[in-house]
């Protein structure tokens, strides 16, 4: 039977593993383990037992009101006492707060940066017009120092992506001069995420009837580039 195994997870503060044993394209066992080695208990030997309270919260830094609560409900057993109604809630509402917490850690700082990697596309075509958060200046300061370098180069860009068949940097010609773009969308704090959005799907009507083709072939970074120099002035 086929053994597959699945990590290091290493977005759980300390390592885990998934084993699979696969039969006719059907998993038919599965294990977790967490193969990280951290040996606090090894720490503990010949101390204080109270010392307890004090290690075992710093073996996460994600759960370490869980790791205490385990190290106080040990140490309630060995004394064979049991807390008051009132202290069983207040450790619930602890743990409660905790895992609360967790949650918006995990998601934000854990896995939220793997889907704003290059692979899940470019960020700043993310950020839609409407919405909630539209998340503007988050999306020019991730960009910025990329393209801050190639600004000056819209005026060439925009010569080789073939844009000046339809545009003129001052005169319409198909489509409407780049100086007028830039004019209609200075005070947009959108624009650029739009307009990059425009360049590469094509659209119609923000200037008449005369449809804007898709321009695929112009890459992030140009295009990018381009919308910067067009809503900066296109001088
Ligand atoms: C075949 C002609 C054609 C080509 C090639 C073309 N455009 Fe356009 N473009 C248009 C037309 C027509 C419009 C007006 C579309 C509209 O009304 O929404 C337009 C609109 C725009 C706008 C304004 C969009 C808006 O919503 O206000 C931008 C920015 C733009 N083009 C950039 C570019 C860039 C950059 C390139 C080159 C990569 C390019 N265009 C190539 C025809 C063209």
Same mark, same amino acid.
Request: aromatic share 8%; net charge negative.
């Given at each position: 039977?086929p053994r597959?195994?699945?990590?290091p %997870?290493n977005?759980? /503060?300390g390592d885990?593993?998934?084993?699979l044993d696969v &039969?006719d394209g059907?998993?038919?066992?599965a294990?977790?383990? +967490?193969p990280? !080695?951290?040996?606090?208990e090894q720490?503990l030997v010949?101390?204080?037992p109270?010392?307890?309270l004090? %290690?075992?919260?710093?073996i996460c830094? *994600?759960? +370490?009101v +869980?790791?205490?609560?385990?190290? &106080?409900?040990?140490l309630a057993?060995?004394a ?8 069983c809630?207040a450790?619930?509402?602890?743990l409660?707060? /905790?895992?609360?917490a967790?949650?918006l850690?995990?998601f934000y700082? %854990?896995?939220?940066? #793997? %889907?704003?990697r #290059?692979?899940h596309?470019?960020?700043?075509e993310q950020v ?5 958060v ?11 120092p990329?393209?801050a370098?190639?600004a000056p180069?819209?005026? #060439?860009?925009?010569?080789s992506?073939?844009c000046t &068949?339809?545009?003129?940097v001052t ?5 409407p001069?780049?100086r007028?773009i830039g004019?209609? !969308?200075a005070k947009?704090?959108n624009a650029?995420?739009?307009l990059?959005?425009k360049?590469k799907?094509?659209g119609?009507?923000?200037?008449g009837? *005369? ?6 072939q112009?890459k ?5 580039? *381009?919308?910067?120099? *067009?809503v900066?002035?296109a001088k």
């Open positions: 039977m597959l195994v699945v990590g %997870f977005r759980v /503060e885990l593993e998934v084993t &039969a059907q998993v038919r066992e294990r977790v383990n +967490s990280l !080695y951290r040996g606090f720490l010949g101390r204080d109270f010392d307890a004090v %290690f075992a919260p710093r830094g *994600i759960c +370490s +869980s790791q205490s609560h385990a190290a &106080a409900r040990a057993q060995l064979e006492v049991s807390p008051p109604p009132n202290g809630l450790q619930n509402l602890a409660g707060c /905790e895992n609360m967790d949650h850690t995990h700082l %854990f896995f939220m940066p #793997d %889907f704003a #290059d692979s596309g470019n960020l700043a839609r017009p409407v919405g909630p539209a998340g503007a200046k988050a999306a020019v300061a991730t960009v910025a990329a393209t370098a190639k180069e819209g005026a #060439d860009l925009v010569k992506a073939g &068949a339809c545009h003129g005169n319409k010609v198909v489509g001069a780049f007028d004019a209609k !969308y947009d704090a650029v995420a739009t990059v959005g360049v799907q094509g119609v009507g923000a200037w009837q *005369i449809p804007m083709p898709p321009q695929p112009v992030d970074a140009d295009a990018q580039a *381009i919308v910067r120099w *067009i900066g002035g």
